[in-house]
């Protein structure tokens, strides 16, 4: 094997690109996702080594000495950090001219031309699904030989190899467990909704559903739910519970855990027996059968993207959700003591005023524990992207999606909806939600029954406050 190092680069100061950051931005909260889309490959390859960068607050100037000793390195680069990104090439290129570098991800599995065309110093990027691809690049074989690669020849041309199949058996990836053990330090990483230290893999790819903006499904992961076996998740589980001994949740980043209804219930049953505390993503439609068995087997979260309060906007982006089944769905959870973290994104299409009021008073009505407020993000590959494009939607001093210091802005607007309506909806949002007597009383009590959550929530109250703060700066 080559001296391979997968780097997720130093990029925006607390910038979060890791696998479960949906929106790659810096968040209102500083959190990270473990770089889980790097970790799997690299458990594949024999003597690699795995630096995240933004989540262990390294520079540049710390990354670089790496270089000297390596001859691959891989980069996970985004939309958001992708100018930052190719600037690391340039610079690990420097430092040894003899590695080749490459870049894995969303971001180049759509525009494989342009991402090369933006780096000469860039070797190849690893389109669609990688794990496979990246492991022969790194067992030395000949570029032209290599399915699913996109690379520069000596000539200077750029060639595209024929795509690689679609991985089915998922048991045939390793654990990245180990790699996490091997790399990372875990208390680096933290989410507001889960417990701390948590840990996070995923047990299957693809989500059955179509949502014209979610990224993952359109460009990586598909829309057939392909899973590890239950056995397999297992023990992994069993591993990592020895490994990590102070891990407190584990959360499976699933697109959609529960799009496999059976399966999701079998996973419980064998977690039940381990004694795990465990959290997933879920569709607001499961029925209260399963919910029952999950909650009766270790399940305390779900993630939920409900997006939206109207129903033709859940139309719009082809949520395939009922706004009555999700107020039934939430229903049930509160009654099984199954606590929600609601996501929603304001500014998709067939938004106005009226619109995002409905979707705020839709939020105070089910009342999750927590909620998460982005906005509408048009990532190239999505179907969403397409439609801001044709419809000029999306300026292109907005195609970052991010501001400066790598926080959301509104990329979107509509002729009778601006930029700035929409932006100035989050605070407005989030202070609505959170500023209620009933929510206010329900925090303060979680803080009086679980001490460690008192400083816990002070300090993501004092970042909130900045966050807002550097917000309205910025949109003076």
Not at 400 to 406: I, P, Y
Request: hydrophobic residues 40%; charged residues 25%.
């Amino acid at each position: 094997m080559m001296r391979t190092l997968f780097l997720q680069a130093p990029s925006f100061e607390g910038f979060d690109g890791g696998a479960g950051a949906r929106y790659q931005n810096r968040r209102e909260i500083r959190s990270f996702w473990y770089p889980t889309w790097l970790a799997q490959p690299a458990a594949l390859v024999d003597g690699s080594k795995l630096i995240d960068a933004p989540s262990h607050r390294l520079r540049l100037a710390d990354v670089l000495p790496q270089a000297r000793g390596r001859e691959l390195v891989v980069l996970h680069p985004s939309t958001p950090s992708f100018s930052s990104d190719i600037k690391t090439v340039r610079a690990l290129k420097a430092e040894n001219p003899q590695l080749r570098i490459g870049m894995i991800g969303a971001k180049v599995a759509v525009d494989p031309v342009g991402s090369l065309q933006a780096c000469e110093e860039l070797d190849f990027v690893a389109r669609n699904e990688f794990d496979f691809t990246i492991k022969e690049v790194a067992e030395g074989r000949e570029f032209g030989g290599v399915a699913g690669l996109s690379y520069r020849a000596p000539n200077g041309r750029i060639v595209h190899n024929e795509d690689r199949a679609i991985l089915h058996d998922m048991d045939a990836l390793p654990f990245v467990s180990p790699v996490y053990q091997r790399d990372l330090t875990i208390e680096n990483y933290f989410i507001g909704y889960l417990r701390h230290p948590y840990l996070s893999f995923y047990t299957g790819r693809g989500c059955k559903s179509r949502c014209t903006f979610c990224l993952w499904p359109q460009t990586i992961g598909g829309h057939r739910y392909r899973t590890r076996s239950v056995g397999h998740v297992v023990d992994e589980l069993q591993w990592a519970r020895k490994a990590f001994p102070q891990v407190k949740e584990f959360f499976f980043d699933d697109d959609t855990l529960t799009d496999d209804l059976p399966r999701v219930e079998a996973l419980a049953r064998e977690i039940g027996k381990l004694g795990i505390v465990w959290a997933c993503n879920a569709k607001g439609n499961v029925p209260r059968s399963t919910l029952k068995v999950l909650a009766d087997n270790g399940l305390r979260l779900f993630v939920v993207g409900y997006e939206s309060g109207n129903q033709k906007i859940l139309h719009n982006i082809k949520k395939g959700m009922l706004i009555d089944v999700a107020k039934r769905f939430t229903k049930d959870c509160h009654e099984l003591g199954i606590k929600i973290h609601g996501t929603f994104i304001l500014g998709l299409p067939g938004e106005t005023k009226e619109t995002i009021e409905e979707t705020i008073r839709f939020a105070t009505e089910i009342n999750p524990h927590t909620i998460q407020i982005s906005l509408a993000a048009p990532y190239p590959g999505t179907v969403l992207y397409q439609q801001a494009k044709e419809n000029g939607w999306l300026d292109t001093n907005n195609a970052d999606l991010v501001d400066e210091n790598g926080a959301q802005i509104a990329p979107l607007h509509y002729p009778h909806l601006s930029h700035t309506e929409i932006f100035n909806s989050v605070e407005d949002f989030y202070k609505r939600f959170y500023f209620r007597g009933p929510k206010i009383a329900a925090m303060v009590g979680e803080m009086v029954r679980m001490p460690e959550m008192m400083t816990r929530r002070l300090r993501e109250g004092v970042e909130f406050f900045r966050f807002l703060r550097e917000r309205r700066e910025a949109a003076l």
